[in-house]
């Protein structure tokens, strides 16, 4: 068996990254696509501006001939500790093709005076990441990686070990919120002097969103991995969470200044939608996705967050309270709370009061080179 790695240097290659994954898992039930226009654009310095401070590396992978696996290489110039980072990794069923595509971004790291690499990880946290090593058999979320359940294997067969693990839990929606959130919601509203805006319509919510990402840059800073988001990335983040956005699955909370001091944001889950569509907009990709969301009893909670001189204040209450009043009047029956990292003990708390149970489990890799 003969591999051949070759790096990305024309649009023929380029599409051939792009479409490999939907040839690989076209017969893998669990696997959702992702939107095409995304995967072309995430490897397009025109649309993604973190490519213009990030050294990137594009392979693809050649086994006896035929694309067999394909792996992106990044080195951000804000990253501290000189680490690299991995992403859109694909392989077959095979040691030697898997070794080879880690190998190549090793030695390319490695020739930039890198000494270590994680991944899978892209530019931001926004980007999917972490191999799901649990929970094969559980639909994912939005911006969320559906491995084949080898490929970790060969990631640690190739020398790799955990970095930090993410949990994804389980939420039931309860008939009835928890008296205490009840009790405690007018009062926390009151003592923080703050104004909770709930929304019907997409063209109320969306002007809410830039204040949004703010407040995330913010309250994120110190969290694993992550990358502030410039004016521009937020101009287009908006954009996109514009389109996707199940308005009274938004809520923000704003101090007297108009300022977002904390806010939670989830949608209607899209990815019955994506399936039925392939991963494509056009022509009728849109329609399918929208009826298909309708129909869900999954809400997926992408993003949220409090800022740090109002944490344990009780806006984490409130926002609860109001998400899972939304959920109950919409026939949701199960909130998916995306990516929480293991050491995030706080917020893991708040999942298990709710009655939360971990049901996915994804893991970022490391290997010191």
Not at 36 to 63: A, G, Q
Not at 160 to 187: G, H, N, S
Request: glycine residues 8%.
């Amino acid at each position: 068996m003969s591999v051949r790695i070759v790096e990305i240097t024309n649009p023929k290659e380029k599409n051939i990254f792009i479409r490999l994954p939907y040839r690989l898992h076209r017969s893998h039930p669990g696997w959702i696509p992702p939107l095409r226009r995304m995967e072309r654009n995430f490897i397009n310095p025109r649309k993604n501006s973190h490519m213009s401070h990030t050294d990137t590396l594009c392979l693809v992978s050649y086994t006896d001939g035929l694309p067999s696996g394909r792996i992106m290489g990044l080195i951000k110039e804000v990253e501290e500790n000189r680490q690299a980072r991995f992403c859109s990794f694909e392989s077959i069923n095979d040691q030697q093709t898997a070794s080879s595509l880690l190998s190549a971004v090793e030695s390319w790291a490695g020739q930039r005076g890198i000494a270590k690499l994680i991944g899978p990880i892209g530019f931001t946290n926004q980007d999917p990441q972490g191999l799901i090593i649990e929970g094969f058999e559980e639909r994912p979320a939005l911006n969320t990686i559906h491995n084949f359940e080898y490929v970790p294997s060969l990631l640690e067969k190739a020398g790799y070990t955990k970095e930090v693990d993410y949990l994804t839990y389980k939420i039931p929606i309860p008939a009835k919120a928890p008296d205490l959130y009840y009790r405690l919601a007018p009062r926390v509203l009151q003592r923080n002097r703050v104004t909770l805006l709930e929304f019907t319509r997409k063209n109320q919510a969306r002007r809410y969103l830039p204040k949004m990402f703010r407040l995330m840059n913010e309250a994120y800073k110190n969290l694993y991995g992550f990358v502030p988001l410039g004016d521009g990335e937020i101009g287009r983040r908006s954009a996109t969470y514009a389109q996707i956005m199940t308005p009274e699955f938004f809520k923000i909370l704003l101090d007297q200044q108009g300022e977002a001091v904390a806010f939670i944001f989830g949608i209607r889950d899209i990815t019955e939608g994506i399936r039925a569509a392939g991963g494509r907009l056009f022509p009728l990709g849109f329609l399918k996705i929208r009826i298909k969301q309708s129909r869900t009893r999954r809400l997926d909670l992408l993003l949220g967050a409090v800022k740090e001189q109002y944490q344990g204040r009780g806006l984490d209450v409130m926002m609860a309270l109001a998400m899972l009043k939304s959920a109950q009047s919409s026939g949701i029956e199960y909130a998916d709370s995306h990516h929480e990292a293991e050491s995030n003990t706080l917020v893991q708390a708040e999942m298990k009061r709710m009655g939360g149970v971990v049901y996915k489990r994804h893991r970022i890799f490391q290997k010191a080179l």
